[in-house]
């Protein structure tokens, strides 16, 4: 077997699911698992949000080491499981190393979803979570419409490569102005109601729980590094509604 051959492919399979929003032990535990189909007498693996390094030694080789920087990060957890479903098969001798690896590319090209259907995730979204806030159907409306607004602009934001903090911060603004300026327009509205369900796609959700989850597993420093990640995410979310409101309300 070439161990380097092997030690590229777990860290490849590593690298797509750190980026793909998976926990930093979730990633540790799958590349061991592919490193251990062959009887290394040393494996070791330390995994944190930004960075990977796998280490593999055996008195028949030379002691491999290999690094890998993660420089962004997303959700897509379809990765995350078909990474995870051909780790398995590929430890339970279903599928060859080549084949795996040729799999595994096949994984990283996968497309994300059409910006159509992302926008309109966005905007049912902002609207249905107005409504468990409280809000009536006017709020859905007015909810909706700064949704659709928000995924669009969260595109361009992408394509723009634009700072997540960044981002972040012009689309809470975006939001706090614009359920102002609607609920001025339209009468019988709530826009506390239609801030808070509109921010709710930008919310950090999967950040804070894989933040818990990495701690609860003993893996504090890339708990910690999710937590003030999330922190600091909702911060800029926090202060673009708060600018949006001192620039509507100065008073």
């Known amino acids: 077997m070439d161990h380097k051959l092997l030690l590229n492919f777990a860290m490849q399979a590593g690298e797509i699911m750190l980026r793909s929003g998976a926990e930093t032990y979730r990633v540790e535990d799958t590349i061991m698992r592919?490193?251990?189909?062959?009887?290394?007498?040393?494996?070791?693996?330390?995994?944190?949000?930004?960075g990977i390094i796998a280490t593999i030694d055996d008195k028949n080789i030379e002691m491999t080491t290999k690094l890998k920087r993660i420089n962004s990060r997303t959700i897509r957890l379809d990765k995350v499981a078909l990474v995870n479903d051909l780790s398995r098969k590929y430890v339970l001798g279903k599928i060859s190393l080549q084949d795996a690896i040729e799999e595994l590319k096949k994984i990283d090209k996968i497309s994300p979803y059409q910006p159509l259907i992302l926008i309109s995730v966005t905007g049912l979204t902002s609207a249905f979570f107005t409504i468990v806030f409280g809000?009536?159907?006017?709020?859905?409306?007015?909810?909706?419409?700064?949704?659709?607004?928000?995924?669009?602009?969260?595109?361009?934001?992408?394509?723009?490569?634009?700072?997540?903090?960044?981002?972040?911060?012009?689309?809470?603004?975006?939001?706090?102005?614009?359920?102002?300026?609607?609920?001025?327009?339209?009468?019988?509205?709530?826009?506390?109601?239609?801030?808070?369900?509109?921010?709710?796609?930008?919310?950090?959700?999967?950040?804070?729980?894989?933040?818990?989850?990495?701690?609860?597993?003993?893996?504090?420093?890339?708990?910690i590094s999710r937590g003030v990640e999330a922190f600091f995410v909702a911060i800029s979310i926090a202060t673009g509604v708060a600018i949006a409101l001192k620039v509507w309300l100065p008073f």
């Open 34 to 50: 592919i490193l251990s189909v062959y009887d290394f007498e040393s494996i070791e693996v330390f995994v944190t949000p930004t």
């Open 135 to 223: 809000g009536n159907y006017k709020d859905f409306l007015i909810s909706l419409s700064i949704g659709i607004i928000l995924g669009i602009i969260q595109r361009l934001f992408i394509n723009l490569q634009l700072s997540r903090f960044l981002a972040d911060m012009l689309g809470g603004f975006l939001v706090g102005f614009l359920a102002l300026l609607l609920t001025s327009i339209i009468p019988s509205t709530n826009f506390d109601n239609i801030i808070i369900g509109s921010i709710m796609p930008m919310v950090p959700g999967v950040a804070i729980t894989n933040a818990i989850r990495d701690t609860i597993e003993g893996n504090l420093l890339s708990g």
